[in-house]
């Protein structure tokens, strides 16, 4: 086999392997008690919309200050900047903004819920792939 095939089916092993845990871990669920329960219902249907959307939970990432998700399709090997484009959201802020970099970027954008959902922006998000212009929003 070639080293391309290779590394194809390895990305393919990895996408499969994320599928099946892309929900946000009951641990972390667990560690919410603190925050008001409005805020963990709306980090749950965040999860749930963009994880139906393709988007893997970042449990390496994550902590109990940010949840981290990243869009496995745009993955590329990159000199400088994100191999892959990665969005998430801050504990301090309660989840208000979602930030957004993308793959082989370091420019970080922010959204509102509404502009991510409402505006298209998140179409546009996980269309981009390195090498191409960062977008304009």
Same mark, same amino acid.
């Given at each position: ?8 089916k390895a990305?393919r092993?990895?996408?499969r392997?994320? /599928?099946?845990? /892309?929900?946000v871990?009951?641990?972390m +669920?667990?560690?919410?008690?603190d925050i008001p329960d409005?805020?963990?219902a709306?980090?749950?249907e ?6 139906a959307r393709?988007?893997?939970?970042d ?8 949840? +981290? ?11 400088d900047g994100?191999?892959?484009t990665s969005?998430?959201l801050?504990a301090?802020?309660d ?6 970099v ?5 420019? /970080?954008?922010?959204?509102?819920h ?5 505006d298209?922006a998140?179409?546009?998000i996980?269309?981009? /792939?390195?090498?191409?212009?960062l977008?304009?929003?």
């Open positions: 086999m070639s080293k391309g095939s290779d590394a194809k990305r092993r990895k996408r392997a994320a /599928r099946q845990t /892309r929900l871990p009951q641990e +669920v667990d560690g919410l008690a409005a805020v963990v709306d980090l749950a965040f999860d749930q919309r963009i994880t393709g988007w893997t939970f449990e390496e990432e994550s902590n109990d200050d940010y949840a +981290v998700w990243f869009y496995e399709p745009s993955g590329a090997e990159v000199e994100l191999p892959v969005l998430w801050d301090a802020e989840g208000a903004i979602v930030r957004v993308f793959v082989g970027s370091v420019e /970080r954008y922010e959204f509102t509404e502009e991510l959902a409402d298209g998140l179409d546009v996980e269309g981009y /792939r390195v090498g191409q212009p977008p304009r929003f």
